[in-house]
């Protein structure tokens, strides 16, 4: 609905160096809605959160001794791991997890799925995105192609001067590279919020089934 009303404009102007070129620059004329930050929030906790009952009901199932719910240190331990490198503590979580019972082959399955193991950028960055959103509002602005050129011939006869120059500023009704992306400088800034987060989700509908067979 934002991208729709057009909340931007492509600016033409004459070429310094080029006669015959047009420089083609996008202009934002409305930032995001605010509560973008706040609806992606809520959709990255939830895809985040969906690996994580993974582990709470493999824990419930297979935990010996079982589960302490009312331990607070427990509870925050039954969570799915991601991890960039077989660091310490996440070698020290597997470990844990192995010890209290939980399936050699649904350990193996939660490595498999590890950025470090399978080059899986996309889980890395649901692991960030949801973090930073503990925290605060994930921000997003609007984002356009910097700067597009085009011969003269594009520009209607009457914005031009005898020379073919632009006449200042030409308005022009046509569409470009326009998306919203992330504000954070820790998020690639290149890809569409909306092709992100569609990725990420694709990216756990995929991996759930993998632990099906822990709960037949």
């Known amino acids: 609905m934002y991208l729709n009303g057009n909340p931007y404009e ?9 006669p015959k070129i047009a420089l083609f620059n996008g202009r934002l004329n409305s930032q995001p809605p605010s509560r973008f930050g706040a609806l992606i929030g809520d959709s990255v906790t939830n895809i985040r959160a969906t690996l994580d009952y993974i582990m709470w009901e493999l824990a419930l199932r297979h935990f010996k001794p079982a589960l302490d719910v009312k331990d607070t240190t427990e509870r925050l331990a039954v969570a799915f791991l991601i991890a960039s490198t077989p660091h310490e ?4 979580r597997l470990k844990f997890f192995a010890k209290r019972q ?5 350990i193996n399955e939660i490595k ?9 950028e996309s889980l890395l960055l649901l692991n960030e995105l949801a973090n930073t959103d503990k925290h605060q509002v994930p921000l997003t602005v609007g984002s356009y192609a910097n700067e597009i050129s085009y011969t003269t011939d594009d520009i209607p006869p009457k914005q031009l001067d005898a020379e073919g120059r632009i006449i200042g500023e030409v308005r022009l009704p046509c569409r470009s590279t326009i998306f919203v992306t992330f504000q954070d400088v820790s998020m690639p800034q290149d890809r569409p919020v909306d092709i992100t987060l569609e990725r990420l989700l694709k990216t756990v509908a995929e991996a759930v089934p993998r632990f099906d067979q822990f709960f037949v």
């Not at 939980?102 to 649904?106: D, H």
């Not at 498999?112 to 899986?120: D, E, H, K, R, V």
């Open 10 to 18: 492509i600016i033409a102007t004459q070429s310094k160096d080029d």
């Open 89 to 92: 503590h996440h070698v020290n």
């Open 102 to 106: 939980v399936p050699t082959l649904a």
């Open 112 to 120: 498999a799925l590890q950025p470090y193991s399978s080059g899986n």
